[in-house]
């Protein structure tokens, strides 16, 4: 089974509007980690948010918030007031377990398009 | 600018060819990855190495080889490659402590094409 799931391969979004990507998880492991990156065409990957699973809150940093709902396996990302600069590649990620923290399962991406 | 220093950004190399990957950081971390990533997909893992010891090995053909000579360096020894191995090489690094997460720092990459 996918342990990291995104169905949307493409989204497109107006400028200075909110957006939400999502990303469903599959693991039976009580501790794990979720991760959203941003790949932009240069090819860098870059890290945006983080949420534990015993978090209690969602997490946000800046204008991305991340929508957790433990209960059904989902961590989607949504991202405020859309920028141009928000054009790019979006994985969600997660890492399971303690012992073995050094793994990361990457989803297949969302392709956003901010348009003007 | 990224903390993680990838070298060469872009690498054209043929089939009998041997080159290398290099990539540093100076982060501290313990914890240090390759991953190859081919057009519109996401990162597959290859290696991990944690401590300076390879500790993942995902089924990778041995025509690349890791190398981990110090905390701060990890290289990927390239020969014999086919042209299906061109695909961009990404380096990450991580700080692994039990019980916290740790998100992957990525390095901007090398752009390999074998020709």
């Known amino acids: 089974a996918q342990k990291i799931t995104q169905t949307q391969p493409g989204m497109f979004v107006q400028e200075k509007e909110a957006v939400t990507l999502d990303c469903t998880y599959d693991?039976?492991?009580?501790?794990?980690?979720l991760f959203w990156y941003k790949q932009p065409s240069s090819g860098e990957m870059i890290f945006l948010i983080y949420?534990?699973?015993?978090?209690?809150q969602n997490a946000t940093e800046g204008r991305y918030s991340l929508n957790f709902q433990k209960a059904r396996k989902s961590a989607n990302l949504v991202i405020s007031a859309s920028q141009l600069g928000d054009s790019a590649m979006y994985f969600c990620?997660?890492?399971?377990?303690?012992?073995?923290?050094?793994?990361?399962?990457f989803g297949s991406g969302t392709k956003l398009n901010v348009k003007p | 600018d990224t903390e993680v220093t990838q070298t060469p950004k872009h690498l054209v190399m043929g089939m009998t060819n041997k080159k290398s990957l290099k990539c540093e950081q100076h982060?501290?971390?313990?914890?240090m990855y390759w991953y190859k990533q081919k057009a519109k997909k996401p990162p597959e893992l290859m290696f991990v190495?944690?401590?300076?010891?390879?500790?993942i090995n995902e089924s990778v053909p041995s025509r690349f080889s890791p190398e981990c000579p110090n905390s701060s360096l990890l290289n990927l020894h390239l020969h014999a490659l086919q042209p299906e191995d061109s695909a961009l090489y990404l380096c990450?690094?991580?700080?692994?402590?039990?019980?916290?997460?740790?998100?992957?720092?990525f390095g901007n990459g090398t752009r390999l094409t074998v020709t």
């Open positions: 990450a690094s991580s700080q692994p402590v039990q019980g916290k997460d740790s998100p992957l720092h």
């Open positions: 693991t039976s492991d009580p501790s794990y980690g």
């Open positions: 949420q534990g699973s015993y978090d209690q």
């Open positions: 990620a997660m890492r399971e377990g303690v012992y073995n923290f050094n793994k990361f399962y």
């Open positions: 982060m501290g971390h313990r914890a």
């Open positions: 190495y944690s401590y300076e010891k390879l500790s």
